[in-house]
């Protein structure tokens, strides 16, 4: 399983080449950026998919320097289940919960 980091965001295609699993990551001001959606496709609901989006978009923020802000409502829960990853959470900056419909 090889995500794919592109500008605003990280995601995951199947064999086929469609995307089953992506987090929007929109930069918000200059090494922060808003987690405003994580998507993961019907088939793979229920297998931790979405938390290994998560892992990603962490592992990302860290490597990078980074920090991050959450606008959607799985990132938030999320990031306060995981206590040890929110070292990238930028606390300054806040921005309102609704995930953006695509």
């Given amino acids: 399983m090889k995500f794919i980091i592109e500008k605003e965001r990280i995601y995951l295609n199947n064999d086929q080449?469609?995307?089953i699993a992506e987090a929007r990551i929109p930069f918000i001001q200059t090494g922060v950026f808003n987690v405003e959606?994580?998507?993961v496709d019907s088939s793979l609901r229920g297998q931790g998919m979405a938390s290994?989006?998560?892992d990603e978009?962490?592992?990302y923020a860290k490597n990078n320097n980074y920090t991050v802000v959450n606008s959607c409502p799985y990132a938030v829960a999320w990031f306060k289940k995981n206590t040890d990853k929110q070292d990238v959470l930028n606390n300054e900056i806040?921005?309102?919960e609704a995930c953006k419909l695509v």
């Fill in 17 to 19: 080449g469609e995307m």
């Fill in 37 to 39: 959606r994580v998507f």
């Fill in 52 to 54: 290994k989006v998560m």
């Fill in 57 to 59: 978009v962490y592992n």
């Fill in 94 to 96: 806040e921005v309102n």
